[in-house]
């Protein structure tokens, strides 16, 4: 798999037994990355829904994809980096080892959700900041990634 300077995958460990499970997402100590929280937001997709490609000038952002199956593609759109133009793709299943995963700012991200619902949750360093935001069309010519090929 290629990998994007700065983008980590953390591993997460559930604890399950005839109640249920318990799995912690995230740790704010020294292996956070941002040194503020600014927002934890829960977005619900339904399966078929592509949504890409969404960036931020600013904001560095953790996800967390808590049910359903997805494709999740992360491409460095940031020129001064030593991984500009690289494609990461993450597949995140009911069935698979449960991760979240981290990316920086000028990183864009999108998803395509192939079996939902899905229930995503994701925390922010800044609130919500429209003039942050920046967007470009799935099917982008530089980026060049195909959304409807088999997954993993």
Same mark, same amino acid.
């Given at each position: 798999?290629?990998?994007?300077? &700065?983008?980590?995958?953390?591993?997460?460990? /559930?604890?399950? !037994?005839?109640?249920?499970?318990?799995?912690?997402?995230?740790?704010?100590?020294?292996?956070?990355?941002? $040194?503020?929280?600014?927002?934890?937001?829960?977005?619900?997709?339904?399966?078929?829904?592509?949504?890409? @490609?969404?960036?931020?000038?600013?904001? *560095?952002? @953790?996800?967390?994809?808590?049910? &359903?199956?997805?494709?999740?593609?992360?491409? !460095? %759109?940031?020129? $001064?980096?030593? /991984?500009?133009?690289?494609?990461?793709? +993450?597949?995140? &299943?009911?069935? *698979?080892?449960?991760?979240?995963?981290?990316?920086?700012?000028?990183?864009?991200? &999108?998803?395509?959700?192939?079996?939902?619902?899905?229930?995503?949750? %994701?925390? /922010? $360093?800044?609130?919500? =900041? +429209? $003039? !942050?935001?920046?967007?470009?069309?799935?099917?982008?010519?530089?980026?060049?990634? =195909?959304?409807?090929?088999?997954?993993?």
């Amino acid at each position: 798999m290629e990998t994007i300077d &700065g983008v980590i995958i953390k591993d997460l460990v /559930t604890h399950q !037994d005839e109640r249920g499970f318990f799995r912690e997402m995230l740790r704010m100590n020294e292996d956070f990355p941002v $040194s503020h929280v600014g927002q934890l937001s829960h977005s619900m997709v339904n399966a078929g829904i592509l949504k890409a @490609w969404h960036y931020h000038h600013k904001q *560095s952002q @953790w996800n967390y994809v808590a049910c &359903g199956d997805v494709m999740v593609a992360l491409y !460095d %759109y940031r020129r $001064s980096s030593s /991984t500009f133009g690289h494609v990461m793709e +993450l597949h995140f &299943g009911e069935k *698979s080892q449960p991760k979240a995963y981290f990316f920086p700012a000028g990183v864009l991200h &999108g998803y395509k959700c192939l079996k939902g619902p899905m229930h995503i949750f %994701y925390m /922010t $360093s800044g609130i919500y =900041d +429209l $003039s !942050d935001e920046g967007r470009l069309p799935h099917d982008h010519a530089e980026i060049r990634y =195909d959304w409807g090929k088999a997954c993993p």
